[in-house]
């Protein structure tokens, strides 16, 4: 008679203070390598300038993305459970006040990389956005059973990058992409927490 092996998830789940560090290890590790590679660069780090119009532009495209993203969420099975499963690994062990820190963390780190310093480099075209954007989504592929999630997290660094490329600010993405995190984490936080009463 075999001896039946127990089944196994891929990924243990995490703890909070395991998801609080590598967040913010993920946040220092990729503002080292903007750091890095702007020192070898003639590139210039895109602008952040302030202005109410930016950060009402940023504010627009984060409701928009947040907003397709339920909608891709909603009729796409493969990227509901490929993300339920991204969010249950990073989410589920945070309190709510964490969310902050989910929104800010890779809202700036990323985009500083990605858009801030990578972008303007390949150039502030399609290609550049394209190119960019991919690098962004395999940055939120935990396995390769994520490619769904990998396909959309491309598609919202394509609007980041082009919001970055039209406006010519860094802070419009800076601020999408914060309110994106901050909005989606708290959704999902709340939703799961209501699944449970």
Known sequence: ????????????????????????????????????????????????????????????????ISVASAIVYRIWAEYRRSANEYLTLVIKPLLLPDILWLGLLPGLSEELLFRGVMLPEIGLDFVGVLLSSLCFGVLHMSNLKQWSY?????????ALGMSAVWTENLLVPIVAHVLTNLISGAFWKLSDRASKI
């Open 1 to 64: 008679m075999a001896e039946q092996i127990p089944d196994t998830p891929e990924m243990q789940p995490l703890t909070r203070i395991q998801v609080l560090i590598a967040m913010g290890v993920t946040a220092v590790v990729l503002l080292v390598v903007s750091k890095v590679w702007l020192h070898f660069s003639a590139v210039p780090l895109l602008a952040v300038r302030f202005s109410v119009q930016s950060l009402l532009q940023g504010i627009g495209l984060g409701i928009g």
């Open 150 to 158: 990998v396909v959309w997290a491309s598609i919202v660094g394509i």
